[in-house]
């Protein structure tokens, strides 16, 4: 045969038909053939019906045989061999992969079969063989061929031309628009976003109202996709290009609640996840990045899903900020991922980009041919019915004749002429009459075929008004579609959120006022200023931190957790960390070691911590040491701190950091010691240097230490408290300003029943003070409650000391409306003690 192939006839060759063409042409020609054929027949979806081949066939073969809701459910098995049999001549597994596909919830937005049996999980899990499931059509499959017996679409023969199938169905909701669509063909894929059937019904009425309708304006419709999974989508950029173009970017992201635990501890709970992400490699994802440190702070990992939902739980460690492990999951994991849509469908039989309002208005142009047939089936179905009851009509009025020319003919075929002609009646008429029955004849019989005629003109008339009225079919479409979307409409699952898809993780953490506080031996913690109300002052106050017996309260600072803390150790070093970075604990809790969150070297400890916002206007850091040594120092020297720290002063060997202060060049710095000596002068004397330099004398402390620094800018008075928690307020005039390096003057009466001066600081006189003890013990008063005096004075008390106790740390906060809190047992003490004999002034 390969020789008869090859043959060559001379005599009948023609060089006129040889025709040059490339090879390469050729063979992409051929190619685009095969891949049209692959494209139409096989991987593309109808913008009519919004199904591809196979899905469209095993729908209209579980309608032919009766596989509908209102019956029991059938094997899979057979659903497949008659799809497979009758009209998809194909693999059984991928007829029944499309099935399974169609029924699962997690795939498709509104499932179209209704699945009894293992049809697979969201974990990747397969279906069971066919011969152990069974299935049926769903609710709302229903919908899609409805009116199919109404020659609403074209049938067409199938592949051995025994049996029809439709070309299309008639699809009385837009299915591709709520189910999408998902599909590779060759040269070209698919991606069609699911979306919400009672807004894409909304759609649709909106493109017939308004055929100029913009794709922004359709968006007040149609929100954008609405994923089975749920989950979060991330701004409306992507949405608008999608429904402009056909193509977008859907940023999803996964549904979290932060839970708080039994022991202090927190976990991070997932509910919802994208679409199309595999649960139970998310699950494996996130375990690997646990353990390749990628993610540090998850303890514990364990996925809870049942059949009333998805529940991944992550316990964390104390010391991390969920929000921050967040943000690295969505960066790092499926936890945030991106919906690619490619709305490339088939349009007029061809391949097309389409965009939102394309689909629509392929769906719309679908529905009124589907109308205009059905209504056309309608009418010929009742102009023969009418007909046949004409005949019926001259038959009862004139039934003697008709019975006496029938009785007088010889059989059927006899008759059937003779009724014709003397009648005048047509074959079909004369049929109808010889076929009709005696009962037919009772009077109720007669009433019941004219009424039924005059309805029939009646539906007649208005089936032509409906073909010749186009805003008919329209309304008619709008009334269908309203009524599936209020007999199936579901609410919205996937959330729109206008957010940033890539943020850092600051931008999670909300921004709060806080109190850090740190303890002698180095615990450092994070608690809400508001944790203490406000007590009338000389109050015993509430635990603040539970402590070991050889700790006490060093310092704390009040700032907000979106600030830096720059934190200054007694080697002279500065290290820097965000506020939301330092652990939260609860009132009574000591907190974390701060080396296990800054690289302190062996024997450093901290002496300052300094907030330092965005909003700070300090141009310099001052400097002051436990001897009184003062230098200042730009601010811009600090901007870059690594990790384990850089030297912000030279310190001498007897010599420790005491306190830095922000300033903004041209201010007044107030510098107190242990001995009650307060000096004022200006910054400008002290001129700028290094970061190694150590300074001047700034105070001479004689013998004691300095124990407070203030800066003019903080306020117009003066606190000063002692160690027996005495305090007053002093106006800042009444501390005349001299140069460095001086004792000072007295800044307030220092005896055995106030102990020695341990805070001084700068104020306005309506905010918050905040005292704690060294046994961890803290009271939060209101600083209108105590009383100004002049420098000489001892104070009132401000809170109760015992004896063997004294006040370590002393923080001023932003004012809450006073509340009153008196502890059982322990009544307030409202009355000054105070020695009139040290209320003199100097």
Known sequence: MAEDFMEFDEENFDPGNITETELTREIRRDFLDYSMSVIVARALPDVRDGLKPVQRRILYAMNEMGNTPDKPYRKSARIVG??????????????????????????????????????????????????????????????????????????????????????ILPARFPNLIVNGSTGIAVGMATNVAPHNLGETIDGVIAVMKNPEITAVDLMQYIKGPDFPTGAFILGRSGIRSAFETGRGTIVMRSKTRIEDMENGKKRIVVYEIPYMVNKSGLVEKIAALAREKQIEGITELRDESNMNGIRIVMELRKD??????????????????????????????????????????????????????????????AEARAHILEGLRIAVDRMDEILHTIRSSRDANEAMPRLMEGFDLDEIQAKA??????????????????REYQELLIKIADYKDILANPVRVEQIIQDELTEIKNKYGTPRRSEIVDADADMEDEDLIPVEHVIITISENGYIKRLPSDT?????????????????????????????????????????????????????????????????????????????????????????????????VVKRVPIKEFENIQRNGKIAIGLRDDDE??????????????????????????????????????????????????????????????????????????????????????????????TEKTGGLVCLKAIHGDEDCMIMTDDGVMIRISLSQVSTFGRGAQGVRVIKVDDDKKV?????????????EEEPGEPEVNEPETDTTEKTAE
Not at 554 to 579: A, W
Not at 590 to 617: C, M
Request: hydrophobic fraction near 35%; charge should be neutral; glycine fraction near 10%.
């Open 320 to 381: 991390v900020q969920p929000e921050v492990i967040l943000n690295q999951l969505y960066r790092l994991s499926p936890m945030q991922s991106n919906f690619s849509v490619n709305n490339v469908v088939l349009i007029d039989g061809a391949p097309r980009l389409a965009s939102m309002k394309d689909m629509l208005q392929g769906y719309i142009e679908h529905q009124r041919n589907v109308i205009v047939r059905r209504t056309q089936y309608d009418l010929n179905r």
């Open 82 to 167: 008659d799809t497979m049999g009758k009209y998809h001549p194909h693999g059984d597994s991928s007829i029944y992969g499309a099935l399974v596909y169609m029924a699962q919830s997690w795939n498709m937005r509104t499932v179209l079969v209704d699945g009894h049996g293992n049809f697979g999980s969201m974990d990747g899990d397969g279906a069971a063989a066919m011969r152990y499931t069974e299935a049926r059509m769903s609710k709302i499959a229903a919908e899609m061929v409805r009116d199919l017996e109404k020659d609403t679409v074209d049938m067409v023969d199938n592949y051995d031309g025994e049996e029809k199938e439709p070309s």
């Open 532 to 628: 203490y109300r406000v007590q009338n002052r000389g109050g015993r106050g509430i635990k603040g931190m539970s402590l070991n017996d050889d700790d006490v309260i060093d310092q704390s600072v009040n700032m907000s957790t979106h600030d830096h803390l720059l934190v200054f150790s007694s080697m002279g070093r500065v290290y820097r960390i965000k506020g939301y970075n330092v652990p939260s604990y609860g009132r009574t809790s000591k907190g974390i070691p701060v080396v296990n969150l800054l690289q302190f070297s062996k024997d450093e400890k901290v002496k300052a911590l300094v907030p330092y916002g965005k909003e700070d206007s300090a141009e310099y850091l001052f400097f002051v040491t436990k001897n009184g």
């Open 808 to 820: 370590s740390a002393v923080t001023v906060v932003d004012p809450i409306p006073e509340e009153p």
């Open 433 to 450: 009459i010889l076929d009709m029955q005696f009962r037919r004849l009772t009077g109720l019989e007669r009433e019941r075929i004219e």
């Open 657 to 750: 950091l005491a306190f830095v202060k922000g300033t903004k060049g041209d201010e007044e710095i107030i510098i107190a010691a242990s001995n009650g000596k307060a000096i004022r002068f200006n910054e400008e004397n002290i001129r700028p240097s290094g970061r190694t330099a150590m300074g001047v004398k700034g105070i001479n402390t004689d013998g004691g230490k300095v124990v407070g620094c203030a800066v003019s800018s903080e306020g117009e008075l003066i606190l000063t408290i002692t160690e027996k928690g005495y305090g007053k307020k002093t106006p800042l005039e009444d501390y005349r300003v001299t140069n460095r390096g001086a004792k000072g003057v007295k800044t307030l009466s220092i």
